[in-house]
């Protein structure tokens, strides 16, 4: 069964942190990542990483979110730093190879 399984997000005050992970079972994923969309926004891309290591990081959040992936796993994560009430979103796990698929989205608010 192809799947994705999604943890973290919730609520947290400006300058916290948080940690999301996302664990894809079924198939083989090169890349995998997040994206994020907040309310009466598209869906933008947050942070990709792909099998052979190479990272691709939004402007928006270069400095203070990571990506981080654990192939063995199919496992990626996303720590979060320093979070501001603009990243508030709800942030979707994607991973692509021979199947496209995303996770179900996980509420991340961000208080000032």
């Known amino acids: 069964q192809v799947q994705l399984v999604e943890s973290g997000g919730g609520l947290v005050q400006a300058g916290g942190s948080l940690r999301l992970s996302c664990a894809a079972s079924g198939s083989i994923f090169n890349a995998m990542g997040w994206y994020r969309q907040a309310p009466g926004k598209q869906r933008e891309l947050v942070a990709r990483?792909?099998?052979?290591?190479?990272?691709t990081v939004a402007d928006s959040v270069k400095g203070r979110f990571t990506i981080s992936r654990d192939n063995a796993k199919n496992t990626v994560y996303l720590q979060m730093n320093d979070l501001k009430p603009e990243d508030t979103a709800v942030y979707y796990c994607n991973a692509r190879g021979f199947v496209d698929l995303w996770g179900q989205g996980t509420l991340v608010t961000v208080s000032s």
């Open positions: 990483s792909t099998s052979d290591g190479r990272t």
